[in-house]
C-alpha cells in the first residue's frame, strides 16, 4: 500500500538481538511512522502481511502491536481498503481514577454486587493483543454485575495478565486495585479508556434488566504499571438511563 519511494525514506526495521519483545518495537515504529505528514494527510499504511515479510516477522506480531494502537485510537481498518493514522488523535488520561468499588465508597454510595464469577479461559486474539500476550494463553476472567438497590447498571468483564500471578481464589469483594498493588506488587498506573455509544443485545439486555436495543454506554480500559505494562483489560457496559461519565479538563 505504501510507495517503494516512502519506504526507503523511512525505514522498516526491527533490532531482532534486542531484549524488547518484537511486538514493542513494531508497535513503537508504526507510532514513529504514522507522524510523518504523508500518513497524517491518510497515506494508507503497509499491507499486515507486507509489513511482516519487511520486518521478518509473523503476522500475528504486527497485528499484536496494530491492535493496541486501534485502541488508542491512532489507527482505523477499513475492511476492502486498509490501515490508516487517524489524524490529530486525541487522548486523554485522567489524573485521578480508581476501581469502581473504591470510587463508590469514597462517594458514600452502597453498591450491591448482584454476580461475581471468577474462571480461566484462553484468550481471544483481541484480549491477547491487549495485554501483550500469546493467542490462547490462559488468562483469568473476573466477570462482574453491580449495581444499586433497584437493580444492576453495569456489567464488568476483566481479564489480567498472567505475570500478575492472580490464583482467582482472591476476596474480590476487597478493592481490585488493593489487591493487585497489595498482594501482587503490580501498581495500577495508567488508564487508557475508549468510550462510545452501543444499543443492548440480547445478552447485556437479560444482565441489565432492560429491553433489547435500549442504549448502552460501552468503556473499555486498558490499565497498565509505571512501566506501560499491561495489568488489566477491562470491558464495562453500563445502563444509559442509571450511569453518566464525567470528565473535568483543565486548560
Known amino acids: 500500500m505504501s510507495s517503494d519511494k516512502t519506504q526507503k525514506e523511512i525505514k522498516f526495521e526491527l533490532d531482532h538481538s534486542s531484549g524488547l519483545p518484537l511486538h514493542y518495537q513494531v508497535e513503537q515504529l508504526i507510532r514513529e511512522v504514522i507522524q510523518a505528514p504523508e500518513y497524517q ?9 507486507d509489513l511482516a515479510k519487511m520486518l521478518g516477522i509473523s503476522r500475528n506480531t504486527v497485528r499484536q502491536a496494530t ?35 473504591e470510587e463508590m465508597h469514597n462517594k458514600g454510595v452502597q453498591f450491591v454486587n448482584y454476580h461475581t464469577k471468577v474462571s480461566w479461559e484462553k484468550a481471544s486474539k ?7 500476550i500469546e493467542d490462547n494463553k490462559e488468562v483469568l476472567r473476573l466477570e462482574r454485575l453491580r449495581g444499586l438497590d433497584n437493580g444492576p447498571f453495569v456489567r464488568f468483564i476483566s481479564y489480567f495478565h498472567p505475570r500478575i500471578g492472580l490464583t482467582g481464589k482472591e476476596d ?24 462510545n455509544a452501543i444499543t443492548a ?7 441489565l434488566g432492560v429491553e433489547v436495543g435500549s442504549p448502552l454506554l460501552l468503556r473499555k480500559r486498558l490499565v497498565c504499571d ?19 461519565y464525567e470528565i473535568d479538563i483543565i486548560r
Request: cysteine-free; proline content about 4%; aromatic content about 10%.
Open 41 to 49: 494527510e491518510g497515506k494508507l499504511l503497509p499491507k499486515e502481511v
Open 67 to 101: 491492535n493496541r494502537l486501534e485502541h488508542e485510537n491512532l489507527l482505523v481498518r477499513k475492511k476492502g481498503v486498509g490501515t490508516r493514522a487517524v489524524r490529530e488523535a486525541v487522548s486523554t488520561k485522567l489524573n485521578n481514577w480508581t476501581s469502581f468499588s
Open 126 to 132: 483481541v484480549v491477547a493483543g491487549m495485554l501483550q
Open 172 to 195: 474480590f469483594s476487597r478493592h481490585l486495585y488493593d489487591i493487585l498493588e497489595q498482594d501482587y506488587a503490580s501498581v495500577p498506573s495508567v488508564s487508557k479508556e475508549r468510550i
Open 201 to 207: 443485545n440480547k445478552e447485556q439486555a437479560k444482565y
Open 226 to 244: 509505571p512501566g506501560d505494562r499491561p495489568i488489566e483489560y477491562n470491558i464495562g457496559y453500563y445502563r444509559a438511563d442509571s450511569f453518566t
